[in-house]
């Protein structure tokens, strides 16, 4: 069976997911980025999960091309892992191996922090020194001009 024709329906008989009409839409919708608001337990990560797989398995979609991101380190985990094991289901189908190595699966957080240390923003490549990443009280107390202090 090639990617071409292994279908949602398929994959999702084979892990016993069967989705409302709303998150249905959601997983085919491939028309650009998605925004899902939703209450806890709506099924929120699945319907993530299942997009991922539809466009990187029916639309050959570079899983490098993909951004997925959360609030909670956990959350990012269970995506991570929940793709691994749907991207295998798909994978025994199409015969293809599917790569995540290079998509970003993480908090909003952790991609902050990312584009904060590359270097490539960085005139020449190179920094003086190292970003700060501070909490709320050492923003607070944080003084970034000290020479208009006076001893």
Same mark, same amino acid.
């Given at each position: 069976?090639?990617?071409?024709?292994?279908?949602?329906?398929?994959?999702?008989?084979?892990? !016993?997911?069967?989705?409302?009409?709303?998150?249905?839409?959601?997983?085919?919708?491939?028309?650009?980025? &998605?925004?899902?608001?939703?209450?806890?337990?709506?099924?929120?990560?699945?319907?993530? &999960?299942?997009?991922?797989?539809?466009?990187?398995?029916?639309?050959?979609?570079? *899983?490098?091309?993909?951004?997925?991101?959360?609030?909670?380190?956990?959350?990012?985990?269970?995506?991570?892992?929940?793709?691994?094991? &749907?991207?295998?289901?798909?994978?025994?189908?199409?015969?293809?191996?599917?790569?995540?190595?290079?998509?970003?699966?993480?908090?909003?957080?952790?991609?902050?922090?990312?584009?904060?240390?590359?270097?490539?923003?960085?005139?020449?490549?190179?920094? !003086?020194?190292? *970003?700060?990443?501070?909490?709320? &009280?050492?923003?607070?107390f944080y003084l970034y001009q000290k020479r208009n202090w006076t001893d």
């Open positions: 069976m090639t990617s071409e024709t292994v279908s949602l329906n398929t994959l999702w008989d084979e892990v !016993d997911f069967t989705p409302n009409d709303a998150q249905a839409e959601a997983i085919r919708h491939v028309g650009g980025p &998605l925004y899902l608001t939703a209450g806890p337990g709506s099924g929120k990560t699945r319907v993530v &999960l299942w997009r991922t797989v539809n466009l990187i398995v029916r639309h050959e979609v570079n *899983p490098d091309e993909i951004f997925l991101s959360t609030f909670t380190e956990k959350a990012a985990q269970q995506l991570r892992e929940g793709l691994r094991v &749907l991207l295998n289901v798909a994978s025994g189908h199409t015969g293809k191996p599917y790569d995540i190595g290079e998509m970003y699966i993480g908090t909003i957080h952790s991609l902050c922090q990312q584009l904060l240390s590359d270097r490539r923003f960085a005139p020449n490549r190179a920094r !003086d020194k190292a *970003p700060r990443l501070l909490d709320d &009280l050492g923003q607070y």
